[in-house]
């Protein structure tokens, strides 16, 4: 978010802490805004554009740091610059995995259960008992929420000299950080170092599109069968609704030219008969593509560049991954370091002047999440290598 941006944002009507914060987490990361704060806020934002621009000078930006209020004040811009890099970075994570929320850092169970639901029994007698049905726990799965961050420490020479740079440049740097974060995280999940994950996609689970083909219409139409082909625990269909297809950026022309075409080429039914069809592009409609760069980074010692994978959408209740974020900090939080010195005429010192020991100036970001694989029936994958 540009500075500007950011104070039209604080200066609209409805600037409220859900429209600058969003609703998760907001009480718990700022203080209450009411107008008076928010009206200070805004000048401290207007003052420092104005610098930046070359409206101001740099001294006058230098005595505000002096006063009391300015550091917590910076501290709230900073803090938003961090949410909307972190924000606009494009994770496409959430489109096939769950996002959730725990409460602490012990370990958390998501438990599934089956039975029921299933197709009814034959017809019951006249004065017939109606037959009883149980119903049953799967294995529970489990993870635990983790800290990530880093600190960032800069020198008051820096501040003086560096025409705001540091500032300028730091949040956004951090939310890319965490955003970039997520991502990695999530594509962990489910890829390993040589494509997709060996213990999620096994012949066991019946994931795997057979003979693991390299992404076209025809290994896309296989994959979608055998999706489309589980049954759960009591052997009845699993409906899916919509399904993302998830790849790396080596493949980002295939999947765009194959769901992009008006008309595609397939054989009958989809089988190996000669009969060629001509149809409407249907996948345009059925996929949605999501490129992961983290795919071929993660998948660094085979087939990087050519996994590819099916997930039915994480909200139809039995998602194949989940992350989870703390309640209260579901999104990252960047904190900048009190000062540890008074001046010996009496009164504190503004973190603006430095560490005592020093004179560094650091910011720390916060990020705070963690996940699991969970049901392997929701995902098919290929390692691409056509064997």
Do not use: C
């Not at 203080?31 to 070359?54: F, H, M, P, T, W």
């Amino acid at each position: 978010m540009k500075m500007l941006e950011m104070l039209e944002s604080i200066q609209a009507e409805n600037a409220s802490v859900q429209a600058l914060f969003g609703k998760e987490g907001a009480g718990v990361r700022s203080r209450q805004k009411n107008a008076a704060y928010l009206n200070k806020l805004a000048e401290a934002a207007r003052l420092i554009a104005d610098v930046r621009s070359g409206a101001r000078r740099e001294s006058t930006l230098r005595e505000a740091m002096t006063t009391s209020d300015f550091p917590n004040l910076f501290g709230d811009i900073l803090d938003r610059q961090l949410l909307a890099a972190y924000r606009a970075w494009p994770k496409t994570w959430q489109n096939y995995a769950k996002r959730a929320r725990v409460r602490d850092f012990r370990t958390v169970n998501r438990h599934s259960v089956y039975g029921v639901d299933q197709v009814l029994s034959p017809v019951v007698a006249e004065k017939g008992e109606y037959p009883a049905a149980a119903m049953y726990e799967n294995t529970p799965y489990s993870y635990a929420v983790k800290k990530y961050g880093r600190r960032v420490p800069y020198s008051w020479e820096t501040l003086i000299n560096d025409d705001l740079g540091a500032f300028e440049d730091t949040p956004d740097r951090l939310g890319i950080a965490a955003g970039r974060t997520e991502e990695k995280f999530v594509t962990e999940l489910f890829v390993d170092a040589s494509g997709p994950h060996a213990s999620f996609y096994t012949a066991g689970n019946a994931n795997i599109v057979t003979g693991n083909p390299v992404l076209s219409i025809a290994a896309l139409q296989t994959a979608m069968t055998v999706l489309g082909n589980q049954v759960d625990e009591q052997g009845e269909p699993i409906v899916i609704e919509s399904v993302e297809l998830v790849y790396g950026p080596a493949l980002e022309v295939t999947a765009m030219n194959i769901l992009n075409a008006l008309q595609i080429e397939v054989t009958e039914a989809g089988g190996t008969s000669a009969q060629k069809l001509i149809a409407q592009n249907w996948m345009k409609s059925a996929l949605r593509p999501n490129k992961n760069p983290y795919i071929p980074l993660v998948a660094s010692s085979a087939n990087g560049a050519t996994s590819w994978f099916l997930f039915a959408n994480p909200n139809n209740g039995r998602p194949a991954l989940e992350a989870g974020f703390l309640r209260g900090h579901e999104e990252p939080e960047v904190f900048m370091k009190s000062p540890n010195a008074r001046r010996v005429g009496g009164g504190d010192v503004d973190a603006f002047n430095g560490d005592f020991d020093t004179d560094n100036i650091e910011y720390k970001v916060r990020h705070v999440l963690g996940g699991t694989r969970m049901d392997p029936k929701m995902t098919v994958g290929s390692n691409g290598s056509g064997s």
